[in-house]
């Protein structure tokens, strides 16, 4: 018999985050380099040609004006414009060789950043980020994957903090906040706390990325119980909606080897150099009805049962745009995530939404 422990809410859960995260993530990455990226690409652009002018003539360019971007703009860059825009620049030789200073480097904070994936990525390309989470189990494991990422401490800082009241120790061009972070909020006033962190830490003109359930994800969706499992563990996870709460939530149980936690702090969190389970790697999520998995525990092992409880506060359309209205920020678009999920069957029209908004200029 496994022995159980209640667990606070980004334990356990982040050990394995990565590996039950994974489903989300191609619509994630797709959405963010789709909505986002022509933003990024362009803002680099205009700073690396507002530093190639400064090196050639020697103009005073202030970081704070150079290469911001109006709303118009986003539209464009979504289009050949902005495509013919990026061919122009590359030929041109006087930008070609200038590498950017580090004036013109894009700054961008990922918010509730959970194991530092997202963080990670946009270091790899060339940008300054913040990775702010309120777990300190969520940040222990991303330190030792920025360490792994061999990534400079002036890439990436980490930071303990509230989305709530965060502050970072300048503004940033751009702020992700990914994987319905916002919904793990305890009460529906806090989204516009969030709104004005958020606004509070970006620049003028600058960018708020994030994606969010409805309440129609946690009526339709939730309901469901889910199965996996993955190197170093076995999980069940139950999910409903407390309709007179107006609340989704999910009670995740993890069934972990003994010792295994320990191993795989001490092996740097590389579990696939440990045996103790067969590696299968299936998410199998339905409506209803738990789904046969194949666990193959070794001969002898014990298990502890480790059981964690997340509660979510679902967002409507309306009142996403009116706290992120009352903090100066103004909503782009939103886009359904079917649109960027392929076909994935768990993907389902009016449920999760990615938002992008856009700080007032002074
Ligand atoms: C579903 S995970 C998303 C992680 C990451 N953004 C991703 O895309 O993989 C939610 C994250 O939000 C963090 N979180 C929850 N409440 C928070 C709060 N009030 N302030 C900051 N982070 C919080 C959790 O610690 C967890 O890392």
Redesign the pocket.
């Known amino acids: 018999m496994a022995k159980t422990q209640n667990k606070p ?2 334990s356990i859960f ?1 050990e394995f ?1 990565d590996q039950i ?1 994974g489903p ?2 191609g619509p ?1 990455e797709r959405a963010r380099e789709e909505i986002l990226g022509p933003i990024i690409q362009g803002l680099r652009e205009r700073r690396e040609r507002e530093g190639a002018r400064q090196a050639r003539g020697g103009i005073e360019v202030h970081a704070r004006g150079a290469g911001e971007i109006h709303g118009r703009d986003h539209k464009q860059s979504h289009g050949r414009d902005a495509r013919a825009t990026s061919r122009r620049d590359t030929r041109t030789p006087s930008t070609q060789h200038l590498a950017p200073s580090p004036h013109s480097r894009i700054t961008t904070c ?6 530092g ?2 963080a990670i990525q946009l270091a790899r390309r060339g940008m300054r980020v913040y990775a ?4 300190r189990d ?1 940040l222990r494991v991303a330190r030792a994957k920025l360490a792994r990422a061999g990534l400079a401490s002036q890439s990436i800082r980490a930071i303990q ?4 009241t ?1 502050r970072l120790p300048e503004p940033v061009d751009a702020i992700t ?5 916002i919904n ?2 305890a009460r529906k006033r ?1 989204l516009e706390s969030v709104a004005r962190a958020v606004a509070r830490a970006l620049r003028p003109g600058g960018w708020f990325f994030f994606d969010a359930n409805t309440p129609r994800a946690f009526k339709e969706l939730w309901i469901m119980n889910w199965i996996q499992e993955g190197q170093g563990f076995f999980m069940t996870a139950r999910g409903g909606y407390d309709a007179r709460r107006d609340r989704g939530w999910t009670v995740f149980d993890w069934f972990v080897p003994a010792g295994a936690l320990r191993r795989l702090r001490s092996a740097g969190l590389q579990p696939g150099n440990l045996n103790w389970v067969e590696r299968t790697d299936k998410l199998q999520r339905r409506g209803g009805g738990l789904q046969p998995a194949t666990l193959r525990p070794s001969v002898g092992t014990s298990w502890r049962r480790f059981t964690e409880r997340y509660e979510q506060v679902a967002w409507t359309k309306g009142e996403i745009r009116g706290a992120l209205g009352a903090a100066g920020l103004t909503v782009i678009g939103a886009w359904d995530l079917v649109r960027f999920a392929r076909g994935e069957a768990w993907a389902r029209s009016g449920c999760h939404f990615f938002w992008l908004a856009q700080k007032k200029r002074d």
């Open positions: 809410p980004y982040a985050y995260a989300m993530r994630m990922d918010l509730c950043c959970g194991t994936t997202t702010v989470d309120a777990s969520m903090a509230d989305m709530r965060f906040c990914e994987t319905d972070a793990h909020l806090d």
